[in-house]
């Protein structure tokens, strides 16, 4: 009897409904993806796990288009990248320069703040970009340490403009810092190019891994700079020099790694770069201009800025008199379809809708268009215009 | 031909080999954990995500035997839960006392002090426990804020009685913190009956998942001692005020959880639950008793303290004129186990043979012996008497 009882109190097998992943991240994994992460456990230190650590690393740094010696998945979600970054360059005292244009540009200043840091926010309204000249201008007038960005602000639908920014505090002898965590594998994203000192991503955004590791990689004067930091690195955990000796060819253990995630990782970047990540890149532009011409026949538009709108990540605004909790609540019980909501300021203004990875499809754009206009009608909206027909227009034309 | 040169640099589609792994951990992953890790992903915001994290965090509290209303995963591995309780427990400044007597209990050594406290390192050594009364004297001396632990130091061995040491803290007012990396669901773990405030484990030990999670749970004293704090929590991620509010009923997004890693840990956590924690830590028990008889009929020795020994992990003496890093090849590369090197102190003098979660079985114990007497026997060694039936002989007492 005894046995009966402690048995009833153990909840019954997981069972998670199938979804569309439509918002803000996680994107739907492929199966190959979620088939590698089911392959057998092995030790950290097997010969075996450090061939695969080798080619994640190497996949990596072909992601990220950087020749970085230090590129590997931090063993922790994208915030734990971000983290990683600022533990690591940013020392109490040091000032650091953050552009705030949305929910994760005040992230990095708070995690930069939570260091020690003297932090000076340059800031611009939710939706639209911080322009080159007004970080620019406080580069030059601060001298700061560390310049950091988002290059796609996922609370927004932003996309920033990083050379000419990224220029000036090179010049001015300053580290940038880009957080890569939505455009990552779904636009282009040069490190080396841009001249990019740590940046960091996610693996549920483009890249269509299940969340759990953050991509990171850091230039060899990011790595110079923690060289000669004058103190400890506050956290162990997100020690670069100490991730780096597991890592590199000294293979000293520092933490026992997600082996499975990593697995999963070696297969998303692998599927990424098998495709191609130019016919990516096209791929997400193409679903992403599909979309706003269906969604532009009803009538609707989004909340971002003109000319620098994020391909994989579409903020919607909600026209007056629809309850835009209603409409995601239908989506999902209805369709099946997660869309996210707005955040902060633009909470209750704003859907985001999600065109990430392996959910950037044609067929995701037309399946979410009808049931978008369902469950807009079921709201008493009457949509103008036939979204479907405009989305095939806007296909047929590209 | 551009695609072919480029599809040319993309790696093959991982095939790691299947291992038996009686190394320190990972331990094996039974196949309905895997298969929950491989389910769909949805949303960590979706209403049925949310009741996977309800009851993962029910199952956590029940492992830990604790009502702590914090208790759940860290998204990292156990490393990362060890910094979530240094991190939030500890200011600049503030004392803590930290038994060390192997590599897990300097690493909690090193993490205090890189959160700026001032450590005392009450030291035993590695092999063997602290004495009670060496750590409560000192208690009794310092007045720390926080007394910390290694409950099962997986670098030696050793089991440390945690409840005199626990009382003594708390009578003085000190917060004690305790490792349970390798203990938790392998032998008796009680936070609310020694008094514990704040306790660390990991996934891929005795709990048999793979690694990438760490189950942390805070007593209301620690949760109040966070509250009360005068600087900011440096590290963002891992602030458990920010944490409870995603975990809690506010489900204020923090950042997105490791889904499928959840998954994962709630399957391994209903296994563990299913089995029963008494006929769990009953079946570690025998597997290490048959192991080390098995053990003894070759004339091999244990290099931890007699009495204090952890049932899980196994530090077995090398040999004089055996060649340990040999011994460890040829049982991969021939038998497909993996065993553990020693660390620190102990590298070339020990191996680690875990016997955890899924890994501790009879037919794993056997099948050990007859490989490891084979490889000592490739080394040289003429193993004296018959491990297996020295092995059987102990199944058969008890």
């Known amino acids: 009897m005894q046995t009966e009882r402690s048995s009833a109190a153990v909840p019954v097998p997981i069972a998670p409904p199938v979804r569309l992943l439509m918002g803000p991240g996680p994107s739907n994994v492929p199966p190959s993806v979620l088939e590698a992460m089911?392959?057998?456990?092995?030790?950290?230190?097997?010969?075996?796990?450090l061939a695969i650590m080798d080619e994640v690393q190497a996949m990596v740094r072909q992601v990220f288009r950087t020749k970085n010696r230090f590129a590997l998945p931090i063993s922790g979600t994208g915030s734990a990248g971000m983290e990683s970054c600022f533990a690591n360059l940013l020392e109490p005292g040091d000032m650091a320069i953050v552009g705030v244009n949305g929910l994760f540009g005040m992230r990095m200043a708070e995690v930069a703040a939570r260091y020690g840091a003297n932090v000076i926010r340059v800031e611009a309204p939710w939706g639209m970009i911080i322009p080159d000249h007004v970080m620019v201008e406080a580069i030059r007038l601060h001298r700061p340490k560390v310049v950091?960005?988002?290059?796609?602000?996922?609370?927004t639908g932003v996309l920033q403009p990083v050379e000419a920014i990224a220029r000036a505090a090179a010049e001015s002898g300053a580290l940038t810092i880009l957080d890569c965590v939505t455009s990552l594998g779904g636009c282009p994203v040069e490190i080396d190019g841009w001249g990019i000192d740590a940046a960091y991503s996610a693996t549920q955004k483009c890249l269509s891994c299940p969340p759990g590791l953050s991509p990171v990689t850091f230039s060899e004067r990011a790595i110079e700079s923690v060289r000669s930091r004058k103190t400890t690195v506050p956290v162990w955990y997100f020690d670069v020099t100490l991730l780096a000796q597991y890592w590199g060819s000294d293979r000293v253990y520092h933490h026992t790694a997600p082996i499975s995630m990593i697995y999963a990782l070696h297969e998303a970047l692998r599927l990424a770069l098998e495709e191609g990540l130019e016919v990516r890149f096209q791929r997400h532009r193409r679903n992403h201009e599909a979309l706003i011409a269906g969604l532009a026949a009803m009538g609707m538009e989004l909340?971002?800025?003109?000319?620098?709108?994020?391909?994989?990540?579409?903020?919607?605004?909600v026209p007056v008199g629809i309850d835009e909790a209603a409409v995601r609540r239908r989506l999902l019980s209805e369709h099946g379809i997660e869309i996210g909501a707005g955040l902060g300021p633009l909470r209750g203004t704003i859907w985001r809708v999600g065109l990430m990875g392996a959910s950037s499809s044609r067929e995701n754009v037309l399946t979410f268009l009808e049931a978008f206009g369902s469950a807009l009608r079921e709201q008493g909206m009457a949509a103008t215009g036939d979204a479907r027909e405009a989305a095939l227009a806007e296909y047929g034309r590209s």
Not at 38 to 49: E, M, Q, S
Not at 148 to 155: I, K, N, R
């Open 38 to 49: 089911a392959k057998p456990v092995i030790g950290h230190l097997d010969p075996a796990f």
């Open 148 to 155: 950091a960005l988002v290059h796609a602000e996922t609370s």
């Open 303 to 317: 909340a971002s800025e003109e000319g620098h709108r994020l391909q994989m990540l579409n903020a919607v605004r």
